[in-house]
């Protein structure tokens, strides 16, 4: 589904990513790893067209998207969740979602606000609030449900847990799970290991911009050493 190819991204002249490649095939839930700055964020921004790689290829079910802007790229069906959620303040959490709903793609049974509400219960009462009254959690499932009601075919979600309590997390995790189960692809940058690799089928390792070690969850598992060497675990 999702094919990125030696991916080479600079800022200005600074160069963060070398070579950066991986997939992602129709279904499955792909992670993203890495310490601090080692490019995971530049290589979502990379597919998405927020940024422009030098050199190398993106290719979304066979269509060629490095370099293309980001609102192609989203037509095609990719859906991101950004780092910060990035939920509009001034919108109420209905119109948040209606805002950008798509269904571009003729999806038969489309994503709509209801189903977002059943698989975020907590935004139902909320549908009149705005979105800078939520908190942090509500932003998160705000910002999915947002990028659901895009239909897209792969959700690619950038730090979605981050700074939320233990408990918003399990309930941000199992929503995951059930999208997961109805059959979305998900590329996800994440640190919650133990999580990851409940919900992951396979997992990518960066560090400096490029793939150090991938491979599945339970080999992610039985490999203590690159946990603690690339993951600080
Ligand atoms: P984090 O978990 O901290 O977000 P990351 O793995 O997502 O880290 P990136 O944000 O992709 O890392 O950063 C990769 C490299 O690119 C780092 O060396 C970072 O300093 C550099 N970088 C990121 N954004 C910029 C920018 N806007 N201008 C210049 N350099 C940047």
């Not at 499932?141 to 959700?155: E, F, H, Q, S, V």
Request: proline share 5%.
């Amino acid at each position: 589904m999702l094919d990125v190819k030696d991916i080479e991204t600079f800022y200005g002249s600074s160069q963060a990513l070398f070579g950066m490649t991986l997939n992602v095939q129709a279904g499955e839930v792909v992670t993203l790893l890495g310490r601090n700055g080692m490019g995971k964020t530049t290589t979502i921004s990379s597919i998405m067209g927020i940024l422009q790689p030098r050199n190398g290829t993106v290719t979304f079910n066979t269509t060629a998207i490095a370099g293309a802007p980001s609102h192609r790229i989203a037509k095609l069906g990719l859906g991101l969740v950004p780092e910060g959620r990035q939920v509009f303040p001034n919108l109420t959490v209905h119109e948040n979602l209606v805002a950008t709903a798509s269904n571009r793609r003729g999806d038969p049974t489309p994503w709509d606000a209801d189903r977002i509400y059943a698989l975020f219960p907590a935004l139902q009462p909320r549908q009149s609030s705005m979105g800078n009254l939520l908190s942090g959690g509500e932003q998160q499932m705000l910002a999915i449900g947002r990028a659901l009601m895009t239909n897209p075919k792969l959700l690619i979600l950038d730090e979605a847990t981050e700074g939320l309590a233990p408990l918003t997390r399990e309930e941000i995790w199992a929503c995951l799970t059930r999208i997961k189960d109805d059959g979305m692809s998900i590329l996800i940058v994440d640190k919650n290991i133990a999580d990851l690799v409940r919900l992951a089928d396979r997992h990518y390792v960066i560090e400096k911009g490029r793939v150090v070690w991938s491979g599945s969850s339970p080999e992610l598992l039985a490999n203590p050493e690159i946990q603690h060497r690339y993951l600080g675990v």
